[in-house]
């Protein structure tokens, strides 16, 4: 199927509907609420899981089936932030020697946290939090 995905019913609520297209109204609608935390998540991990879903709850866009995506947004978050902290601790570069002299390359964590960052983009976007 070309053009964008369909956004969802409970969604454009949300959003507001422009293009005036009618709502589902036979739409599957599960249970709203957060789910339940993950009990594999650090401390970290735990907090945020409870304040997003929180705030997702509050707009109405949680439901019971959003709990796997949701995990994976914060477990995406959860690294993405560990890696901002390594590379404070130990900069985004280091220095290597090589036949021809001193090298700077990039720190491995520094694609690491790119990485985490496009997968937070997207599943912030799954809950329609861009814009």
């Known amino acids: 199927m070309s053009g964008p995905p369909k956004t969802p019913s409970h969604l ?3 959003r507001g509907n422009p293009s005036k297209r009618p709502i589902n109204k036979k739409e599957p609608k599960p249970p ?3 789910p339940p935390t993950p009990k ?6 735990k907090y945020w899981f409870k304040r997003i879903g929180e705030e997702l709850g509050a707009m109405g866009v949680m439901s019971s089936m959003d709990a796997k995506a949701l995990e994976l947004l ?6 993405y932030r560990q890696h901002c902290d390594t590379l404070d601790e130990e900069g985004y570069t280091y220095t290597t020697q090589s036949d021809g002299g001193t090298l700077i390359k ?3 964590v520094a694609a690491m946290k790119a990485d985490a960052w496009k997968r937070i983009r997207a599943m912030l976007g799954e809950f329609g939090m861009t814009p």
Do not use: N
């Not at 594999?40 to 991990?45: A, C, E, L, R, S």
């Not at 914060?74 to 690294?79: G, H, L, S």
């Open 12 to 14: 454009r609520l949300v």
């Open 40 to 45: 594999h998540f650090t401390k970290q991990g």
């Open 74 to 79: 914060i477990e995406a978050y959860t690294e």
């Open 106 to 108: 990039a720190h491995p």
């Open 32 to 34: 709203s609420g957060v």
